[in-house]
């Protein structure tokens, strides 16, 4: 009497079921699919290495009596890895996955016997060698501590980096927080931390990651199900790099799953590295308990780079383009450059085409030009935490007014105003901005655009308003 492969994978199941909670039961095996019984080994389907490394851990003894009982001693148990190379690939976790009818020209089969003739393996499931999760660390070797250059507005920051580097997990600096500025090398230091670690203990896997890219590998890994996945391949790194993690805020699904990943990591002795462009406290719609985790470890700031830094990045970059330049223009850049480091070697590349485009010499003359052309063009965006500031400066009330959920007029109208400009001048969303300026949802700042921009063609009182704002803002 021969067993359909599905009436003896529904056995092992009905006993295992018994035996874990059910919690467990539905992570770990409700997504299995039984594929196929030949003689006594039984084929099932996983979703991901690691998910078949997870049963190998933590349910080997389990399956192992499901199946003898089922099958008898000589009962194999044969893995099929769904998705194989999801996420050891660049893109780590999203993109590359193939459809799932497509799985099966990906399948990658693990035969793993129950009954293993060498005594010593504790994990008769254990295959040598297919523990080795690759996972490609995304970091951009051209950002290292070599070309950081140092200087006071970034000694802390770059010495704590250092100390993560020679020996992360293993200091008080977990998470180390990077905070400051647009422009001024956060993402260059959480990327030369990894390049170091890297270099230092090959071994060990690293991950750069965008906030942005982490909350889109999110949002896709709700979409096909398969957040568990999700979650656990990010539990499985040991140097977890977040850049921007402003981002996270008002998202509060990403930032309930990055709460149980950073967690795990943390008790696991991991390290956590994290950038962001505010301060802790400054962060807008994060979740408290992150927030008080963000402060476990160091919060280390980039400030502003004062002349001597200035001039010694300038003298690096001219070095590295082998390009030379008259000291005075040197200190000129240094001069008027002084708050974005971006800005800064944007205007000296600009500079160096310029000259060799037009074959003429690098004077003072051009580079006042190209100052002030580069200035202009690049005018910070301004922040929406900046704009409530403006707008309640200049209804002279306090930003938190401006935030309650009050519907006295000239406060709803202050705000709207504030959603307006947020709208106009930020690159931020309507969900965003909304979030930013005392929780509303998209569809109220979509409200206040087009009433302000109703009032404004109606009302003179209220376009001066706007037109006053408007000059605050720009100038
Ligand atoms: P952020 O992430 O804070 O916006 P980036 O890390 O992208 O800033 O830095 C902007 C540019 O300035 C990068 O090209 C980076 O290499 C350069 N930069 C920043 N800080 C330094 C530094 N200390 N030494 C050399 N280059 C720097
Ligand atoms: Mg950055």
Redesign the pocket.
């Known amino acids: 009497m021969t067993k359909s492969a599905q009436a003896v994978w529904d056995n092992c199941l009905s006993f295992i079921k018994d035996n874990i909670t059910p919690q467990a039961y539905k992570t770990w095996f409700e997504p299995i699919k039984v594929v196929k019984l030949t003689d006594a080994a039984l084929s099932i389907q996983v979703p991901s290495k690691f998910f078949y490394e997870w049963l190998e851990e933590h349910y080997v003894q389990l399956l192992k009596v499901a199946l003898h009982k089922e099958l008898g001693e000589s009962a194999k148990l044969v893995y099929v890895i769904k998705m194989e190379n999801t996420y050891g690939n660049s893109q780590p976790f999203t993109e590359k996955i193939p459809s799932a009818n497509r799985t099966s020209l990906k399948s990658q089969e693990v035969d793993a016997p129950l009954k293993n003739k060498n005594p010593e393996l504790k994990n008769p499931f254990v295959i040598p060698g297919i523990r080795n999760l690759q996972i490609e660390s995304q970091l951009n070797p051209n950002?290292n501590f070599d070309?950081?250059?140092?200087?006071d507005s970034?000694r802390l920051a770059r010495s704590a980096g250092m100390a993560v580097a020679n020996k992360p997990g293993g200091t008080s600096f977990n998470p180390l927080l990077i905070f400051?500025g647009?422009?001024?090398?956060?993402?260059?230091?959480a990327h030369a931390i990894g390049v170091q670690i890297k270099d230092k203990y090959p071994e060990k896997t690293v991950l750069y990651i965008s906030a942005e890219k982490f909350t889109q590998q999110y949002i896709e890994s709700v979409k096909k199900n398969n957040r568990n996945d999700f979650i656990h391949f990010y539990q499985v790194i040991d140097i977890l790099i977040v850049?921007d993690i402003q981002l996270l805020s008002g998202k509060a699904g990403t930032q309930d799953v990055f709460f149980h990943i950073f967690n795990h990591l943390h008790q696991n002795g991991k390290q956590v590295i994290l950038?962001s462009d505010k301060a802790p406290v400054d962060m807008q719609d994060i979740e408290q308990r992150l927030l008080s985790r963000f402060k476990w470890g160091l919060s280390a700031e980039?400030q502003h780079?004062g002349f001597e830094?200035r001039i010694s990045?300038i003298k690096?970059k001219l070095y590295q383009d082998g390009v030379e330049m008259p000291e005075e223009i040197v200190e000129f850049l240094a001069n008027n450059i002084k708050t974005n480091?971006?800005e800064l070697?944007g205007a000296i590349i600009s500079l160096i085409a310029h000259s060799s485009f037009n074959k003429k010499e690098i004077t003072l003359d051009l580079a006042k030009k190209i100052v002030d052309n580069y200035v202009k063009h690049t005018k910070r965006e301004v922040s929406i935490d900046y704009i409530q500031k403006i707008v309640s400066d200049y209804f002279q009330m306090d930003v938190d007014t401006l935030q309650s959920k009050t519907r006295k007029r000239h406060i709803v109208q202050a705000r709207q105003l504030a959603m307006f400009f947020a709208k106009k001048l930020t690159k931020a969303s309507l969900a965003s901005i909304g979030s930013q300026i005392g929780q509303r949802d998209h569809a109220t700042v979509l409200h206040a655009c087009k009433t302000v921009d109703n009032l404004a063609s109606t009302d003179k009182q209220f376009r001066k308003y706007v037109e006053d704002l408007n000059k605050k803002l720009t100038v």
């Open positions: 950002y070309n950081f250059l140092e200087g970034n400051g647009v422009g001024l090398g956060k993402t260059h230091l850049d950038t980039l780079p830094t990045i690096h480091i971006r070697e």
